[in-house]
């Protein structure tokens, strides 16, 4: 099966949408979604650099960590099989039997999966602990959970300068907080980003987005900041308010949000327009970091 290419620049999209006008606010979406079919998104410009270093170094095999439903995982086992690497997926918990979707997705493109109890997984940057998953799986180039490393960074700052319309602000969805973390390392002096956390209680995705930027670019730069009230429950979780704004969306736009990230930023988006936290005047750009796999799944 031939390759499909990767669409980048991904396109920008001006959306109309009349509760914006209300407040003043323009909004273009970054249709990072439509990068590729298998390896789309934030997820596509983490991996960039760290699939370049693993080859410079000669690595054959991809290691990485994540929970069962990470996107992340699914990712490297795509870039597995695009970039000819083996794969070795670390999940977070218990094996289930059927494997959900993702993990299925990842078995598919020939990625092994291997199980860590919850404690052990809390330990997963240890030594004895990769020393385990080097003797059961033999070397491998380590990509740290979620991708989030000063190369996934550097993928991440090459957004913004694919951007050639005006923009003021940027907001993006985060779970470890690379992606946020090169977006705003990318803008212009009178840019900045806004994260919207995905997960409950993500006042520790400060200083995690802070490390980052130091490793990447040794300094944080001062133009971002973290929403963290719009995780709706959780990482996963999901209310009636949220899939109802999803649902509303679609019928809009004809998009539909992957629930998990993406919406959950929209709909802050939304929020802090209708608070009239920007300016009259304020363009936005919201970058759509992902598709919507279930949706995908489903139809
Ligand atoms: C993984 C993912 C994120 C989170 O990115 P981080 O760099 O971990 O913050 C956001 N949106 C989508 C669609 C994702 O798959």
Redesign the pocket.
Known sequence: MPVPPALVPSPVEVLADERLDAAGVGLLLKRD?LIHPDL????WR?LKYNLEAAQAAGATRLLTFGGAY???IR?VAAAGAIFGFETVGVIRGEAHDPLNPSLQFAVDHGMRLTYLDRQTYRRKTEPDVIDRLGADFGDFYLIPE???NAL?VRG?MELAGEITDDFDVIC??????????GIAAGLGPHQRAI?FS?LKGGDFLSDDVAVLQRDALGEVTGNWAIETDYHFGGYAKSKPELVAFVDDFEARHGLRL?W???AR?MYGVYDLAAQGRFPRGTTIVAV????DFEAQTRS
């Open positions: 979604d789309p998104g934030n997820k983490k990470s996107n992340h990712a979620g991708g989030s996934a991440c993006c969805a985060v779970g470890t907080g690379g992606t946020l973390a994260g995905s992957d998990v990230y993406v930023m759509i970091t992902g598709p």
